[in-house]
């Protein structure tokens, strides 16, 4: 039996054993430097265009934007000229040169008119467009020598800020030499065709 009272005696408890003892933290050792060498920089890539979506277009086809002069062949016309260049290189004759008129050209009567093709080719092409009378071809260009004769009075009113137009039915003359064409001319304007010249002017500026 343990004896209370015996404090003088008592054993004092073994002292506890310390944690064992950690190395000293060692400092972070840095990386090595690197060289920093500039590089240019680099181009976007493209973004590859997608199938059916090609930017590039073919040259569209040469159309014809209205009737040539030998499609108004009988029609009543009304030309209002603007300038007449001289002596230009003719590409259907090297080494020739010819006059070029440039022209307003109303088709007043007959109804519908055809034109894109070339019915007197041979092979024949025949004809792809139509389109309703009166008609207006604007800026037209005008080689034939009879009718750039027969609008040169009228352009010169014109240059002077006169209100200059010539009206007259399509037809042609005689040619000059075998085996040429017949030249392109205006008749003169019967009463009737003046009549339906001002019913048109009445209701449209031709000079806007």
């Known amino acids: 039996m343990t004896n209370p009272f015996a404090f003088g005696n008592a054993t004092a408890p073994a002292p506890t054993a310390s944690a064992p003892a950690q190395p000293p933290a060692s400092a ?3 990386a090595p430097a690197t060289l920093a060498i500039d590089t240019p920089p680099t181009a976007p890539a493209a973004a590859p265009t997608p199938a059916g979506d090609d ?3 073919a040259p569209a086809p040469q159309a014809a934007r209205g009737p040539r002069v030998r499609d108004m062949y009988g029609r009543l ?5 603007h300038k007449l260049e001289e002596d230009l290189p ?7 040169t010819q006059d070029r008129l440039t022209a307003d050209v109303i088709i007043l009567d007959g109804g519908e008119i055809q034109y894109g093709g070339k019915p007197e080719a041979t092979p024949p092409v025949p004809h792809t467009k139509t389109v309703a009378t009166p008609f207006k071809s604007e800026r037209m ?4 020598r009879g009718l750039i004769s027969q609008c040169r009075e009228a352009l010169a ?3 002077q800020g006169q209100p200059g137009m010539v009206l007259g039915r399509l037809t042609t003359g005689e040619a000059k030499e075998a085996g040429q064409n017949a030249p392109f001319l205006l008749s003169p304007p ?6 339906l010249a001002r019913q ?9």
Do not use: H
């Not at 016309?77 to 000229?81: D, K, R």
């Not at 003719?90 to 080494?95: E, M």
């Not at 260009?141 to 034939?144: A, E, G």
């Open 190 to 195: 019967t009463d009737e065709d003046k009549a």
């Open 77 to 81: 016309l009304l030309v209002i000229p």
């Open 90 to 96: 003719n590409r259907l004759q090297p080494g020739t």
């Open 141 to 144: 260009f005008l080689s034939q």
């Open 157 to 159: 009113k014109r240059l």
């Open 200 to 208: 048109y002017l009445a209701q449209v500026d031709p000079f806007a």
């Open 28 to 30: 972070p050792v840095a």
């Open 55 to 57: 930017p590039f277009s």
